[in-house]
């Protein structure tokens, strides 16, 4: 194999180039068929949009009137075991 001249590797990188991500897959003898390909690269926007719904956000609590433990609002406090203004859940005291 000579090296001469300019080598015939595609400038696109690994990840965008369609041809490469082709070949890795393709064996003539395989009857099975191909893995599909993307056509085109995901733009910058494009992604973007899509990730525009992936943040995450804090659980909101309230702080429990009974004991002051934070809790969910419209939950029974899971320290003290009380709802509003009055005992709803007993609580088994641990040693
Ligand atoms: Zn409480």
Redesign the pocket.
């Known amino acids: 194999m000579e090296l001469t001249g300019r080598p015939a590797v595609c400038r696109i990188p690994a990840l965008w180039c369609r041809r490469r991500a082709a070949a890795r897959f393709f064996d003539p003898n395989r009857e099975e068929k191909r893995m599909p390909v993307p056509k085109r690269r995901t733009s910058k926007a494009r992604k973007g949009k899509r990730r525009s719904h992936h943040a995450l956000v804090p659980v909101r609590t309230v702080v ?1 009137k ?4 934070a ?1 969910l609002s419209h939950t029974v ?1 899971g ?4 709802y509003r203004d009055r005992q709803v859940v007993a609580i088994e005291e641990e040693e």
């Open positions: 429990c009974h004991c002051g433990h809790t406090c320290n003290c075991g009380w």
